[in-house]
């Protein structure tokens, strides 16, 4: 008992402290070079039939000028269709494009797809999105103001699309995640970062050797660089808080791709150099361990049961206090009484996910990882 209640005071405190940084992270237009600044717009693909057209009808759509970027699709030997259609939307449009079939290079997976497009790209400063993504009409604009002279690195805000109940939580869990991502970053401390809205330029990618070092993970492309990066440039890396740069992504319809899109992000933790990321992720599974242990124990003891249920409700407010402070920036409502319902069930998930990273075994796109 004394246990949990030391480790849900220190959960509290840590997302208050969460929620500090995060309010702390500036908002203000950096720069405005009215435009000038050339991008190179990278999309790894596979099997993404269903969804590269709307990507790339977006980014047509851009309110940038034409000319000052293009787009790289690279196809990472997709059977669905993909480059066919890719091809077909940019063959109609204005925009400068590059359109790769990665097994041409004898080589697979989204990481090496991401190294042969900064092969290719043309420009210094690179815009990393996915293929099953959507972005709005200022997207590039919104990076082009933030970059100054200093800025190596940015990273950006992703917001899950929700359409029911299930989807709902995992909207308000991943803005936790963004916002926690955030908020580490702004306190000089980064753990983690989305390759679905991911800027850098070239030549810090270069300079840190890329991926050299983790190319064969299959996940991380995205942390592992931001922590290559920072460790270069520890006053060049921040988070893009603005709204016109909110990228969305689809959540996942069943509870089998959520467990295995988890386990995929999950089983990263154990390579990570950053002694902070290490340190959180055993803090957070012991958290939930004590949590679990406590809900079970309440279940047939009273006293027990009173302790544990004044806890729950304090460590339920300040998350919904913390989580509030990042889904209002991101568009996502009704964020007090699903805080209540995560609380309860997320501590069995990362229980589940902390084991599963460890020993289990996950797929993407058709292919199996372990």
């Given amino acids: 008992m004394i246990i949990f209640i030391a480790f849900s005071l220190i959960y509290c405190g840590f997302l208050l402290w969460a929620r500090y940084h995060w309010c702390r992270i500036d908002t203000s237009v950096e720069a405005d070079d009215g435009g000038l600044l050339t991008f190179s717009v990278i999309i790894p693909v596979r099997n993404e039939a269903a969804n590269i057209a709307s990507i790339l009808t977006d980014l047509q759509a851009q309110e940038y000028p034409a000319d000052l970027y293009e787009v790289l699709v690279i196809d990472d ?5 993909t480059l066919e259609i890719a091809a077909e939307v940019l063959q109609k449009s204005s925009m400068k494009y590059h359109l790769v079939r990665l097994k041409d290079y004898g080589v697979k997976g989204k990481k090496q797809a991401i190294s042969k497009a900064l092969e290719l790209a043309e420009n210094e400063f690179i815009l990393a999105t996915d293929g099953d993504c959507r972005v709005g009409s200022m997207w590039i604009r919104a990076y082009a103001h933030k970059y ?5 690195m940015i990273t950006g805000p992703v917001r ?7 989807t709902h939580l995992q909207s308000l869990e991943f803005a936790g995640l963004i916002g926690l991502g955030a908020a580490s970053l702004q306190s000089g401390n980064p753990g983690m970062c989305n390759g679905a809205n991911l800027s850098y330029r070239k030549s810090a990618f270069h300079e840190v050797s890329g991926y050299e070092g983790n190319q064969e993970i299959a996940s991380g492309d995205d942390e592992f660089l931001l922590q290559k990066i920072f460790r270069a440039y520890p006053n060049g890396v921040l988070f893009l808080k603005d709204k016109r740069a909110i990228v969305s992504t689809p959540a996942k319809d069943t509870l089998g791709e959520l467990i295995n899109q988890r386990k995929r992000w999950s089983s990263k933790w154990k390579f ?6 290490k340190l959180m992720a055993i803090a ?3 958290n939930y361990l004590v949590f679990a242990y406590m809900l079970v124990e309440g279940l047939t003891n009273e006293a027990s049961f009173v302790i544990f249920t004044s806890f729950f409700l304090l460590r339920a407010l300040v998350l919904s206090l913390y989580i509030r402070s990042v889904a209002i920036f991101l568009g996502v409502r009704n964020v007090i009484w699903a805080s209540f319902v995560m609380e309860i069930i997320y501590p069995f998930l990362v229980l589940f996910l902390g084991i599963a990273s460890i020993f289990g075994h996950y797929s993407w796109k058709g292919r199996y990882y372990s």
């Fill in 77 to 81: 030997d997709s059977d669905d269709g």
């Fill in 284 to 286: 957070v599974f012991f």
């Fill in 272 to 277: 990570h150099k950053s002694y902070y990321v």
């Fill in 160 to 166: 899950m699309v929700e359409h029911d109940f299930f």
């Fill in 148 to 152: 100054t002279k200093d800025i190596q």
